[in-house]
């Protein structure tokens, strides 16, 4: 029989999704499941994005420039331009997903068998993007009890060998929900200068920091000019997930013109979400603010429900819509599948997502968990009782 290629063998499963057929048959069995497991909202994309495209007026569905429209490339310079990102339409391609503008990345910087360094807990594709490419990843730990802070210049400075070419940070994290500080980006950036190392930033989150906090971009910040790579999306920013359009931007040229070949190699990103990302830069500047709210609120009652619980660890977090807890359990993947196979309370029960999966390194996150606040308030506290009683079950 044929064999499967060493990379297909190491290529991780996803932690967000590995769970998935224990939902569907707690479903099938009548139980209502509470997905707190993916970063899918419930909030509605809005009506005139969607809009856009039911009355795009389309005779032939073409391909587009292997970059994306211009027109919406020039669109997206105006919305870096209101977030303090200056950029040409020419220093940005438009991706089938923030995902491969993160292949992208790591395709057009690093060679097999070359490092990239990421502080762990991450966001769990970033293994798989690695792996793909034949790229090692070196993690750098933070910990749940720093509120996932970012760690140390002196871990970075250990890390750093020979092969190291990149260091890969989201910001607003997921999965911790931790937003970088001025003082810590340039922390890194002071890295990546002294090692002339690329700093590829996800910033797919940059419209949910709370609590007064702001946002700063990688390729805001003077000195990075040839060395950051912002990794964008559309998908949470508008609750439009399903639409597969992100954005790949530097004002690297050599790096712009080796990731275009990559571009061009799968020809052209998807048309009718290249009209509907268009549209969406000119909804109204107050558009982010109910959402804004909404999110602060779910995010409020998630973590005062989680730190009520006895034997919970749960850091505020600072952005995006995730939250990463410690739980009283000694593997809670085996406690997030006994949760969908074995329990049920008021016929209800939760799906989280088990945060080893977001760890590199082994054994870490064995007893974490990860939760995403995109359901109501309501549907929250719903999942929350399950997640109380469960645990109150579980460790009889």
């Keep these: 029989m044929p064999v499967i290629s060493h990379r297909g063998a190491q290529?991780?499963?996803?932690?967000?999704?590995?769970?998935?057929?224990?939902?569907?048959?707690?479903?099938?069995?009548g139980t209502k499941v509470y997905h707190l497991n993916?970063?899918?909202?419930?909030?509605?994309?809005?009506?005139?994005?969607?809009?856009?495209?039911?009355?795009?007026?389309?005779?032939?569905?073409e391909y587009s420039h292997s970059a994306g429209n211009e027109s919406y490339r020039r669109k997206l310079v105006e919305y870096y331009k209101r977030n303090n990102i200056e950029v040409n339409h020419n220093q940005i391609i438009i991706t089938t997903g923030g995902s491969e503008a993160i292949l992208f990345a790591v395709m057009s910087c690093l060679d097999p068998g070359d490092e990239i360094i990421i502080p762990e807990p991450f966001y769990a594709n970033y293994n798989g993007f690695s792996t793909s490419a034949g790229v090692k990843i070196v993690s750098i730990p933070s910990a749940i009890e720093d509120g996932f802070s970012l760690p140390p210049i002196e871990a970075f400075e250990k890390a750093v060998t020979t092969r190291t070419k990149a260091i890969m940070i989201c910001n607003p994290n997921n999965p911790t929900g931790y937003l970088y500080s001025e003082a810590e980006l340039e922390v890194l950036k002071e890295i990546c200068l002294k090692h002339d190392l690329f700093l590829f930033s996800d910033e797919a989150y940059r419209e949910f920091c709370y609590d007064g906090k702001?946002?700063?971009?990688?390729l805001s910040m003077e000195g990075l000019e040839e060395h950051a790579i912002l990794l964008d999306t559309i998908s949470k920013r508008y609750s439009a997930c399903g639409a597969r359009i992100g954005a790949f931007v530097t004002r690297n040229a050599q790096v712009i013109d080796a990731a275009m070949k990559f571009a061009q190699a799968r020809l052209s990103p998807p048309s009718f979400e290249q009209i509907l990302g268009e549209a969406a830069v000119d909804l109204p500047a107050n558009y982010f603010d109910a959402v804004h709210a909404e999110y602060t609120s779910r995010r409020d009652v998630l973590v005062e429900r989680l730190q009520a619980i006895e034997g919970v660890t749960c850091p505020l977090p600072g952005g995006a819509f995730y939250a990463m807890a410690k739980l009283p359990v000694d593997d809670s993947e085996r406690f997030c599948q006994w949760l969908l196979e074995e329990f049920s309370h008021e016929g209800q029960t939760v799906m989280m997502a088990p945060a080893a999966g977001f760890y590199a390194t082994p054994g870490k996150g064995r007893n974490e968990v990860r939760l995403a606040y995109v359901l109501n308030k309501e549907d929250i506290n719903k999942a929350m009782d399950c997640l109380e009683a469960a645990l109150k079950e579980y460790n009889k």
């Excluded at 290529?11 to 069995?29: G, Q, T």
């Excluded at 969607?50 to 032939?60: E, T």
């Excluded at 702001?214 to 990688?218: F, G, P, T, Y």
């Design 214 to 218: 702001k946002h700063i971009s990688a």
């Design 11 to 29: 290529m991780p499963p996803s932690p967000i999704r590995k769970l998935v057929p224990y939902a569907e048959a707690a479903k099938k069995r």
């Design 38 to 61: 993916i970063g899918q909202p419930d909030i509605e994309t809005p009506k005139a994005i969607l809009d856009a495209v039911k009355h795009a007026d389309i005779k032939v569905l």
